[in-house]
Each structure stands twice: as C-alpha cells, then as structure tokens.
C-alpha cells in the first residue's frame, strides 16, 4: 500500500510564489509517473503538470514558464514550485501517483488528500 501526503499550501498574494511537497510512504513499491492535479471550486479536475520515473515532464499551458515539476526517487517525493501565482490557480491541489507493488500484476493509482492553495488579488 502507498500513502501520499500533500503539505505547502497557503494563502499567497498575486505575483507570488509557494511550494508544494508530496511525499509517499508505505512499503513494497515502486513509484512510476507523479504529478500534480487541482479541482478550483464547481470546476473539474485538471492535470498540472506530470512527470515520469525518468524525469520526464509535462505542463498544463496555463502554468507552463511559471510551475516547475521535479522528484526525488530515492526519497519518493514530488515537488510542485510554484511563482508568478494568479487568482486563476486558486484550487486544492492534489499529488498523484501510479505504483507497481512488488508481487502483485498491474499498476495501481494512489492520491492524496490534496491542499488548499488561494491566491489573492
């Protein structure tokens, strides 16, 4: 089993910037892709910006130049930096994982319980 916990949200003003951490923790795993997705309120869920084992990234266009995506596999964390914060990224932010557990076939997905991020104007 893999749990992922999210810590780094706050309240920031426009223009600044905040730093989010995900860190995973259980045993008998093995984390492949990563990533950030936020939900802002009476909107759908939305991917932010993804990355592979390899270091491989992806960005929404919204945020592409302003979030930068990065991870520590040998720590299982997963950090979203982000600067030049509009009112538009106000939403709760949550990491994500897809696993393989050791002895078991097929990949699994996992979530946290996500983070309040709000920025003001």
């Known amino acids: 089993q893999v749990q992922l916990v999210e810590s780094g949200g706050g309240l920031v003003q426009a223009g600044g910037s905040l730093r989010l951490s995900c860190a995973a923790s259980?045993?008998?795993?093995?984390?492949?892709?990563m990533g950030w997705y936020r939900q802002a309120p009476g909107a759908q869920r939305e991917s932010v910006a993804v990355i592979s084992r390899s270091g491989t990234t992806t960005y929404a266009d919204s945020v592409k130049g302003r979030f930068t995506i990065s991870r520590d596999n040998a720590k299982n964390t997963v950090d979203l930096q982000m600067t030049s914060l509009k009112t538009e990224d106000t939403a709760v932010y949550h990491c994500y994982a897809g696993a393989l557990l050791w002895g078991y076939e097929g990949a699994y997905e996992y979530w946290g319980q996500g983070t309040q991020v709000t920025v003001s104007s």
């Open positions: 259980g045993s008998d795993f093995t984390i492949n892709a």
